[in-house]
């Protein structure tokens, strides 16, 4: 007789504890021990415990191990969350299985040893069964769902509880995340706004309501956000800095000429354009599309042209601004040399129409949509012991839940986007679609979109600066662990499921459209690196740079209103205080945006920041040394951004690795 030492690791959450009998068998080369039942009247969360399973014989290389829990009599069905399960073979070899889900029903679960395998590596055929039922069991569990026409395919699911259990938020998440805006209503202490549909009286009257939840941003924003200055800041460091880009030739529909603006120092702005200090946001993807109608009353959205210079002191000033696409009369180009409230109402027309384009492009498509196409491929696609798995797993935490949530409560026909937004209900939609067409590869990868953009050396760009720090020390992780599995490019179209993978993200996420530049298929190893890097950014870092200052930025609604409810001015004069304050947002509109927005701002106490891997994928030494360089790096530039954020009137903080989730996950 022969002993196999068996370690079992239960996660140390909530309910992971199980009080049914679980059973364990070991399948290796040679032979399979019998099924075990591993003797104790509970399992509880957190434990590690230790069993002894005997076999006549070696059973040679451990491949796979199978685990069930059946219920005991009386006792209730619970569910059981193993982390992981090390065996120690007579021979003194240490096997590694890892697990981290949830086993809450009496089926037989097989779980491969950690090493991580591509598919030509399967040499047994245990091996290849274990392969191919593992991805035949996923592809019915993440099925595609056609969502909207246009727009990327999304996990098959009927709401967030209907997922599978590991794909769900923890208890911890769940009670601290209620996503409802009652819950941030009560927070906010605006409990009995939510129903009031005046207009606001006066700003002061709007100031009252940030009392209670106030941050060092949003103070700064109450107090400057009339301020040109601040407000072109905004397009490089708020949460909203992928639009603005250097203009060198005037849009032919925004016919601003040299006399209309004024340049300091005797320059012009023909001169300008040639030496590359004139800046252009084009809201041009917003336009044609019809308003919301909230409540009754028929809302505003325009699509904007915004012209910046660059000053001689480095500051960015607005120098001109367009509310339409298409010149006329009655669309007059406004100048900060204006009336107060004409140029004032100009800026919030902006940053209204700024709202949308961040809010559905951005944001919501760019980040949380096309996460949801990449998990939902590699669920399908991937098995567990695939190196690809173990290298994106970590990015998947939470995602599918937050969007199933999005879908219902901030989408759906109750949902605030759609009862309260401007561009919300049928138009969101329709934008997204419209959103969709114009992405491209080269503008979710941040070298190539700064290159693109021509915003290489604009100065205090800290999300440029950031960003690319960050994309270059995820390159550096993701090309190592990459380059340790695949040696060559042949072995890359080896791959079948790394190519059915991407074919996957493709068709599902980008509906099939060569003019995207998505690979369709990897050829080399250097293409399957960079798709994986924007991916691991797009997931964890672009998604904290437009997600986390909503509520610094967004918290002081005139400064991005989510909806206006009076059409823009069609000529110069007319606009007063009175005017802007009936075209801004009621009061119930403004509170359910401010309560959004601040659950959306918040941090849950389980956050797992970028780096972090509280779970045991990979089993090897080297990739194990590649996470613990890649946490290194990621700690040596947050120490590099807080030093320069003390000098910062402003500090930028949304890509701090200790603030940037590893996934989207709220």
């Given at each position: 007789?022969?002993?196999?030492e068996?370690?079992?690791?239960?996660?140390d959450?909530l309910n992971?504890?199980?009080?049914?009998?679980?059973?364990?068998k070991?399948?290796g080369t040679?032979?399979?021990?019998?099924?075990?039942?591993?003797?104790?009247?509970?399992?509880?969360?957190g434990?590690?415990s230790?069993y002894?399973?005997?076999c006549?014989?070696?059973?040679?290389?451990?491949v796979l191990?199978?685990?069930?829990?059946r219920?005991?009599?009386?006792?209730?069905?619970?569910a059981?969350?193993p982390?992981?399960?090390?065996?120690?073979?007579?021979e003194?070899?240490i096997?590694?299985?890892?697990?981290?889900?949830w086993?809450?029903d009496?089926?037989t679960?097989?779980?491969r040893?950690?090493?991580?395998?591509?598919i030509?590596?399967?040499?047994?055929?245990?091996?290849?069964?274990a392969?191919?039922?593992?991805?035949?069991?996923?592809?019915v569990?993440?099925?595609?769902?056609f969502?909207y026409?246009?727009l990327?395919y999304?996990?098959?699911a009927?709401?967030p509880?209907?997922?599978?259990?590991?794909?769900?938020?923890s208890?911890?998440k769940t009670?601290?995340?209620a996503?409802?805006?009652?819950t941030?209503?009560a927070e906010?202490?605006l409990?009995?706004?939510d129903?009031n549909?005046?207009?606001?009286e006066?700003?002061d009257?709007?100031?009252?309501?940030?009392r209670?939840?106030r941050t060092?941003?949003?103070?700064y924003?109450?107090?400057?956000?009339?301020?040109?200055e601040?407000?072109?800041?905004?397009?490089l460091n708020?949460?909203?800095?992928?639009?603005?880009q250097?203009c060198?030739?005037?849009?032919?529909?925004?016919?601003?000429t040299d006399d209309?603006?004024?340049?300091?120092?005797?320059?012009n702005?023909s001169q300008?354009l040639?030496?590359g200090?004139i800046?252009?946001?084009?809201y041009k993807?917003?336009?044609?599309?019809?308003?919301?109608?909230?409540?009754g009353?028929?809302?505003?959205?325009?699509a904007?042209?915004?012209?910046l210079?660059?000053?001689?002191?480095?500051?960015?000033?607005?120098?001109?601004?367009?509310?339409?696409?298409?010149?006329a009369?009655?669309?007059?180009?406004?100048?900060?040399t204006d009336?107060?409230?004409?140029?004032?109402i100009?800026?919030?027309?902006?940053?209204?129409a700024d709202?949308?384009?961040?809010?559905?492009?951005?944001?919501?498509?760019?980040?949380?949509?096309?996460a949801e196409?990449?998990?939902?491929?590699?669920?399908?696609n991937v098995?567990?012991?695939?190196?690809?798995?173990k290298l994106?797993?970590?990015?998947t935490?939470?995602t599918?839940?937050i969007?199933?949530l999005?879908?219902?409560?901030?989408?759906?026909?109750i949902?605030?986007f759609?009862k309260?937004?401007?561009s919300g209900?049928?138009?969101l939609?329709?934008?997204?679609?419209?959103?969709?067409?114009?992405?491209t590869?080269r503008s979710?990868?941040l070298?190539?979109?700064?290159?693109?953009?021509?915003?290489?050396?604009?100065?205090?760009f800290h999300?440029?600066?950031d960003?690319?720090?960050l994309?270059?020390?995820i390159?550096?992780?993701v090309?190592?662990?990459?380059?340790?599995?695949y040696?060559s490019?042949?072995?890359?179209?080896l791959?079948s499921?790394?190519?059915?993978?991407?074919w996957d993200?493709?068709?599902?996420?980008?509906?099939?459209?060569?003019?995207?530049?998505?690979?369709?298929?990897?050829?080399t190893?250097?293409e399957?690196?960079?798709?994986a890097?924007?991916l691991v950014f797009?997931?964890?870092?672009?998604h904290?740079?437009?997600?986390?200052?909503?509520y610094?930025?967004?918290?002081?609604?005139?400064?991005t209103p989510?909806?206006?409810?009076?059409?823009?001015?069609?000529?110069?004069?007319?606009?007063?205080?009175?005017?802007?304050?009936q075209?801004?947002?009621?009061?119930?509109?403004?509170?359910?945006?401010?309560?959004?927005?601040?659950?959306?701002s918040?941090e849950?106490?389980?956050?797992v920041?970028l780096?972090?891997?509280?779970e045991?994928?990979?089993?090897?030494?080297?990739?194990?040394?590649?996470?613990?360089?890649?946490?290194?790096?990621?700690d040596?530039?947050?120490i590099?951004i807080?030093?320069?954020?003390?000098?910062?009137?402003?500090?930028?903080?949304y890509l701090?690795?200790?603030?940037v989730?590893?996934?989207?996950a709220?």
């Open positions: 007789m022969v002993d196999y068996v370690t079992v690791y239960t996660g959450r992971s504890t199980t009080l049914n009998p679980v059973h364990i070991l399948v040679d032979g399979e021990s019998e099924r075990m039942w591993l003797r104790s009247l509970v399992i509880f969360s434990s590690v230790t002894s399973v005997s006549p014989n070696s059973l040679g290389q451990l191990i199978e685990l069930d829990k219920q005991f009599f009386l006792l209730p069905n619970d059981w969350f982390d992981k399960v090390e065996i120690k073979s007579p003194r070899d096997y590694t299985f890892p697990i981290y889900c086993i809450n009496s089926e679960h097989r779980f040893e950690g090493k991580a395998l591509r030509f590596d399967e040499s047994n055929s245990l091996g290849q069964h392969r191919k039922q593992e991805l035949r069991q996923r592809s569990d993440y099925g595609w769902n969502y026409s246009g990327p999304t996990i098959k009927d709401g509880t209907s997922l599978p259990n590991e794909l769900q938020f208890f911890t009670t601290e995340f996503f409802t805006t009652v941030g209503l906010l202490q409990k009995g706004l129903d549909r005046e207009n606001w006066s700003l009257n709007i100031n009252e309501m940030l209670f939840k060092v941003v949003s103070d924003v109450q107090e400057h956000w009339k301020e040109d601040f407000f072109a800041y905004q397009f708020g949460v909203h800095p992928t639009l603005i250097r060198k030739t005037l849009p032919k529909n925004f016919p601003v209309m603006v004024f340049i300091s120092d005797g320059s702005l300008e040639k030496e200090n800046y252009l946001c084009d993807n917003l336009d044609g599309f019809p308003a919301n109608t909230i409540e009353i028929q809302q505003y959205l325009m904007p042209l915004v012209l210079h660059k000053r001689p002191d480095d500051k960015l000033m607005p120098i001109a601004i367009q509310l339409k696409q298409t010149p009369e009655d669309n007059p180009i406004f100048l900060p009336s107060t409230y004409d140029w004032l100009a800026k919030i027309f902006v940053r209204s709202f949308s384009e961040h809010q559905i492009n951005t944001h919501l498509l760019r980040t949380h949509l096309l196409v990449f998990v939902v491929s590699l669920l399908r098995p567990m012991v695939h190196p690809l798995y994106l797993i970590p990015h935490r939470y599918l839940h969007n199933e999005g879908r219902i409560r901030l989408m759906g026909p949902g605030v759609t309260f937004a401007g209900g049928e138009t939609m329709k934008i997204m679609v419209s959103s969709l067409s114009s992405i590869y979710l990868c070298p190539d979109d700064i290159a693109d953009r021509d915003m290489q050396d604009l100065p205090n999300y440029r600066d960003g690319l720090q994309w270059n020390i390159f550096k992780y090309q190592g662990v990459i380059q340790y599995y040696k490019d042949d072995e890359i179209q791959d499921e790394l190519q059915t993978w991407i993200i493709f068709k599902y996420g980008f509906l099939s459209q060569p003019q995207t530049g998505i690979p369709q298929g990897f050829t190893v250097s399957l690196i960079k798709f890097t924007m797009t997931s964890s870092c672009q904290a740079a437009v997600n986390s200052g909503q610094d930025y967004g918290g002081w609604m005139p400064n989510a909806t206006l409810q009076r059409p823009p001015p069609t000529a110069k004069g007319t606009t007063s205080e009175a005017t802007m304050l075209t801004l947002p009621p009061i119930n509109v403004t509170v359910q945006g401010m309560a959004t927005t601040w659950l959306l918040r849950t106490s389980d956050f920041p780096g972090h891997y509280p045991d994928h990979f089993s090897e030494e080297i990739p194990r040394q590649l996470q613990k360089e890649f946490k290194v790096e990621l040596r530039l947050s590099t807080n030093n320069r954020n003390k000098d910062l009137e402003i500090p930028y903080t701090d690795p200790k603030k989730e590893n996934s989207v709220i």
